[in-house]
């Protein structure tokens, strides 16, 4: 029988996290996962005191309470670190705070390279593979949440730069429209959003792709065209968006 | 008169747009951190200097208010820092600085100028990204990282202000021969095939009077940027030979 694998997962307390979570547990795989809400507040079977790290991404000393965790659970190797907390503004870029740029950046970008940079030793204990979730929006532009779209860009740069240096083994994943929470907290209109495929089914082809080996995985082959779309034909595409 | 906010303008790529826009007769407001360079620069162009760490909010809060009053024809963002090595072999701390030089600073700056209705009509707005947007740049990730986020930055704004008439203008530079490519490179031997910052800021200048929205400039960098994006791994392996493995 296979040994137990530890997999930690960030902004697991919703969306695509906590779906993330629900396989990895089911796998029988070992979870820490990152949120910052209170375990009271969760209020489920799934986070306990042994699973659930509390750790306000946005903040500098995010790493630290990663680490004291790890520590305090006695885990010092890591076979899979996905990298999924994300947050975004939709609305005027004119009319966005100095707070909400901080806050994408911060959680979007920042979080991530820290926590790639304290989890490197971990992860190279077990050869492990470290997965930072993008969006295909990286490929688009996008006038109503420019700040989100360049943290995916600058996300997905710093993976493809992290392959080529290779010390670590790192793969980037970029779902498209999902239904979460996410656009409501965002400020953006839900309606559509009741379209978009479910959180389940969007986390059940991102775990195939992390047990497939292609870098960089685009979640469904409309999203794959549209951002090989986005990135090759960039004038056709600015076009189209200019005029809706 | 037409007015030039340049950021990073007591040196290099921004010292010689500075001087490049103040030929064309622009009033030129400079920002950077370099006393002694921004004092150099305004006796040579009888410009203004304002001195800021683009790291810090406060600074950035302080340039805010000294820049309202004069409606901004020309913003460049052009002030920039790096830090190389291999990833895990760099300081938090470095990383941190990067990210807050190369895009928050641009992001925040950008938003609060609209807000304050600081840009005029058809007024550009031009960010320094670098040719690795599309080379790639082992032993640079976290730079490499902001320079295509700004790019991506960049593309969503011309369409948000577009409008306005408001053009938005993106700069691909390769080597260049400025300190910041002697202190950042792995062996300056190679320095002379650098292009001239004041070559450069003549495309620069050239390309945003033609509206052009992506700028590369140089033959040379034009086929790299070409090669980079039609085919990664050859221009991956060729960066990975050239920089990561000398550094
Ligand atoms: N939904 C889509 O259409 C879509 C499309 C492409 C890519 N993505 C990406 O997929 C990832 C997951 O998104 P999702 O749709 O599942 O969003 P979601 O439902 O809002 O979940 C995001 C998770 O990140 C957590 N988080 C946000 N800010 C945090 C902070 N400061 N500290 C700690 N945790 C924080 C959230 O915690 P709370 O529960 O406390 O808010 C939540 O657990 C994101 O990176 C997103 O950009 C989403
Ligand atoms: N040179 C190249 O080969 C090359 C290639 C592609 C892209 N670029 C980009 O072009 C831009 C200009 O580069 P350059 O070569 O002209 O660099 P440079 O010679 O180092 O000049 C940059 C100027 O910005 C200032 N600066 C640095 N950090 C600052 C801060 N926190 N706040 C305010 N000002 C700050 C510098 O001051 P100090 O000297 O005191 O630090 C300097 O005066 C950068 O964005 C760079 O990434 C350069």
Partial sequence: ?244 | MKHAVITGAAAGIGKALAHRFAQAGYTITGVDIDTAGAARVQRELDARVLIADLRSEEDIARILTKLQGKAIDVLIHNAGINAVGRFSDIDIENHEHVIAVNLYAPMLLTAALLKADLIAKDASIVFISSLSHYTSYPGAATYAATKSGLASYARSLSIALAPQNIQVTTVFPGPTRTAHARRYSPHNTREKKRMPPEKLAHHIFRGIKKKKHLIVPGATNRMLALLGKWCPPLMEYAMRKMILEKL
């Avoid at chain 1, 685009?218 to 600015?238: D, P, Q």
């Fill in chain 1, 1 to 244: 029988m296979q040994s137990k694998k530890t997999v930690l997962i960030t902004g697991a307390t919703d969306g695509i996290g906590r779906a993330l979570a629900k396989i990895y547990r089911a796998r029988g795989e070992r979870l820490v996962m990152v949120g910052r809400r209170t375990l009271s507040a969760l209020n489920d079977p799934l986070y306990t005191k042994d699973t659930y790290c509390r750790a306000d991404l946005s903040q500098n000393d995010c790493t630290n309470r990663v680490c004291e965790f790890l520590n305090a659970q006695k885990i010092d190797a890591i076979d899979l670190a996905i990298q999924n907390a994300g947050t975004g503004y939709f609305g005027s870029i004119a009319e966005q705070s100095a707070e909400s740029i901080r806050d994408i950046l911060a959680v979007n970008l920042m979080a991530p390279l820290r926590l790639t940079h304290a989890l490197i030793p971990y992860l190279r204990k077990t050869n492990g593979k470290l997965v930072l979730i993008g969006s295909i929006t990286h490929a688009f532009p996008c006038p109503d949440y420019a700040v989100y779209a360049a943290s995916k860009e600058a996300l997905n740069t710093l993976g493809r730069n992290l392959k080529i240096e290779g010390d670590i083994n790192v793969q980037i994943i970029h779902p498209g429209a999902t239904r979460t929470g996410l656009h409501r907290k965002i400020g953006m209109d839900s309606e559509k959003t009741k379209e978009f495929p479910s959180a389940e089914k969007v986390a059940q082809k991102i775990t195939q792709a992390i047990d497939g080996r292609r870098f960089i995985a685009t979640i469904g082959w409309r999203n794959a065209w549209a951002r090989f779309l986005g990135r090759y034909c960039e004038g056709i595409v600015n076009a189209m968006v200019r005029t809706t």
